[in-house]
């Protein structure tokens, strides 16, 4: 099935520890988005990514570092030098540099 | 700068119309998105509009003013399976197309 996973979809970690989210698609879509939702408000925009190879910051990058090795995969390291880790983490991807986000399910990550 | 501002919470009748505003500034503008958000799930596209107009898909319709930087989703015949959170996105271009996001409004539908 064509689609976008993330993983993993719940994680809990420790303050001070680095954690790394996965994101994989098989859409065959150019561009690639990481967003943090917190409660009761909408997506930021944390790193982008229109090609291979290229990424670039979004809003908040701070304590968010990013790769893009291949098409498919554009995982999200949160550091800890995130000062507030625990949210809603969206990927999302789109086959035009302008055209519609497609969601993976997110992956929750809760500091303890 | 940019902004997008939305109202944080609706409140309708089941069977009813509702209309959802939007009133955005950015620079690079591109085009208008409405995504429907339902609690602890991700966003799915609703509609797009990049030209001034209405554009209509079923019980969605959504509207853009370019000159006016404003935009609304329309929904009719409300059902319950409707409230949800409702999210107004801008696409810039400035050096790179990105999608920046309103922080949505609640929809709550009641019988």
């Known amino acids: 099935d064509g689609g976008i996973t993330q993983s993993p979809k719940y994680l809990f970690r420790k303050e001070g520890q680095n954690v790394t989210l996965s994101c994989e698609q098989n859409l065959n879509h150019d561009a690639m988005y990481w967003y943090r939702q917190d409660p009761g408000q909408g997506l930021r925009l944390i790193y982008y990514s229109q090609i291979v190879n290229d990424f670039q910051k979004g809003d908040i990058a701070e304590g968010y570092s990013v790769s893009r090795e291949k098409k498919e995969s554009f995982p999200l390291t949160v550091t800890s030098a995130q000062k507030n880790p625990t949210a809603f983490y969206l990927c999302a991807t789109a086959s035009g540099f302008a055209g519609e986000l497609f969601f993976g399910e997110g992956s929750r990550l809760t500091v303890l | ?111």
């Open chain 2, 1 to 111: 700068g940019q902004n997008i501002d939305q109202p944080t919470e609706m409140t309708a009748t089941e069977g009813a119309i509702v209309q959802i505003n939007c009133t955005y500034q950015t620079s690079g503008f591109n085009g208008l998105f409405w995504y429907q958000q339902h609690a602890g799930e991700a966003p799915t596209f609703l509609s797009y509009n990049v030209l001034d107009g209405l554009e209509e898909k079923g019980r969605f319709s959504s509207f853009l003013s370019r000159s006016k930087g404003y935009s609304y989703l329309l929904l009719k015949e409300l059902q319950m399976k409707d409230s949800a959170s409702y999210l107004c996105a801008a696409t810039r271009n400035t050096g790179g197309f990105k999608t920046i996001f309103g922080a949505g409004t609640r929809l709550f539908v009641k019988a």
